[in-house]
């Protein structure tokens, strides 16, 4: 089965600082892997994914993101945070089945 | 080319009431999944469909609950005899088929049962 641990449930940074979110999956097969950003009160946005071709990953608005097989993590990041990139941030695993398995999230907080 | 669409956003019902939440996916799409959040929780799965068939609906909670896909129409999650612990926010999505591995999400429906 597959499942999603996103470590810090809140992050803050300073405006300019880096942005890392953690995000560590379990998966019985080779995963697809998902960033979704949510600002208030809204959808889901597609940040970037992973399809099994290059490990670096990236994304809109600066954002990228790693495939670790061997630490099972794919987390994200950007070198300097802006004040719009506060929200909240899903990482999801899919195993194909069209079924999408999320993190509890990440609240990023950015500190002016 | 218009996004996924759902209706109503909010939504309040009395506990035992009916709720039906309308989801119309992205033009050329023909699946769709639902997602419940609950407060403070990620999204969890609850039914993928195809149209007029339900083809995964192993989130979807046993009694009150159900979904369809009709040839015509949107998508419609319908929950009978509401109770607290359904007040959440209801995501659907939507993807062109099968092997596409990007679902695109609509804003959502807050139901609040009182």
């Known amino acids: 089965a597959q499942s999603v641990t996103q470590l810090g449930s809140h992050v803050s940074v300073s405006e300019g600082a880096l942005v890392l979110l953690r995000c560590n999956y379990s998966?019985?097969?080779?995963?697809?892997l998902f960033w979704y950003v949510q600002y208030p009160n809204q959808g889901l946005q597609l940040l970037l994914k992973y399809t099994s071709a290059a490990t670096l990953v990236k994304g809109i608005n600066g954002f990228e993101a790693e495939f670790k097989k061997s630490e099972t993590s794919f987390h994200l990041t950007k070198p300097s945070a802006h004040m719009s990139d506060a929200a909240e941030y899903f990482c999801a695993v899919s195993e194909g089945n069209e079924k999408l398995t999320f993190g509890t999230g990440t609240r990023l907080t950015i500190i002016p | 080319n218009a996004g996924v669409m759902q209706n109503p956003r909010h939504l309040v019902r009395r506990r035992g009431q009916e709720a039906r939440l309308r989801c119309s996916p992205m033009k050329g799409h023909s699946h769709v999944y639902w997602y419940r959040q609950l407060p403070e929780e990620g999204l969890k799965f609850m039914v993928y469909l195809q149209k007029e068939n339900i083809i995964d609906e192993s989130g979807m909670p046993k009694e009150r609950f159900s979904a369809e896909f009709p040839k015509e129409g949107p998508s419609i999650l319908r929950i009978q005899q509401v109770v607290r612990g359904d007040s959440a926010a209801y995501f659907c999505?939507?993807?062109?088929?099968?092997?596409?591995?990007?679902?695109?999400f609509g804003p959502g429906t807050r139901l609040t049962v009182t």
């Open positions: 999505a939507s993807s062109p088929g099968t092997g596409a591995l990007e679902q695109y």
């Open positions: 998966s019985s097969v080779p995963p697809y």
